[in-house]
């Protein structure tokens, strides 16, 4: 049986704003996040994950920020991609595990709403998708509330 397991971690600093959103679903909060994309931190490190396990480098590689037909996509659209590259390679999606770091906005009244939202994308049932948060205890960039953080991991299956 092959499997392969990728990860993914990905960083975006607050910036003006009134929500943010993670995993596909819109938070109100008093900043926003900055990014050449939506900026969904979680997605995105999922998103990497999956290109990790598939040895298929990460979403700069397939949707370089450089080019302007991006600028303010929604990550479901990297996601999706990814989704349908482990498809087309004869893998699917064992489970997916993603840790959001940040002090706030609160992460818990949400997520079963980011794993409903995830598995509607990836196609896979929800028991398979695990998105949790920690805090970095005041700690650091994310400890003074200057952004979010996500690391995420996914074990793909050969079919």
Sequence with gaps: MDIRLGNGFD?????????????????DHD????????????MHAITD??????????IGRHFPPSDPQWKG???????????????????SIGN????IVCEYPKIGPHSNAMR?????????????????ATTSEQLGFTGRGEGIAALATCTLVKT
């Design 11 to 27: 960083v975006h600093a607050f910036d003006d704003g009134d929500h943010v959103t993670l995993c596909g679903v819109r938070i």
């Design 31 to 42: 900043h926003g996040l900055k990014g050449h994309s939506d900026a969904d931190v979680a």
């Design 49 to 58: 994950a999956i290109y990790g396990a598939l040895a298929m480098g990460d």
């Design 73 to 91: 996509a929604a990550s479901h659209i990297f996601l999706s991609h990814a989704v349908e590259l482990a498809r087309d390679n004869g893998f």
């Design 96 to 99: 997916i595990d993603c840790t």
């Design 116 to 132: 409903t939202r995830m598995a509607q994308i990836t196609q896979i049932v929800e028991d398979r998708i695990s998105v949790k």
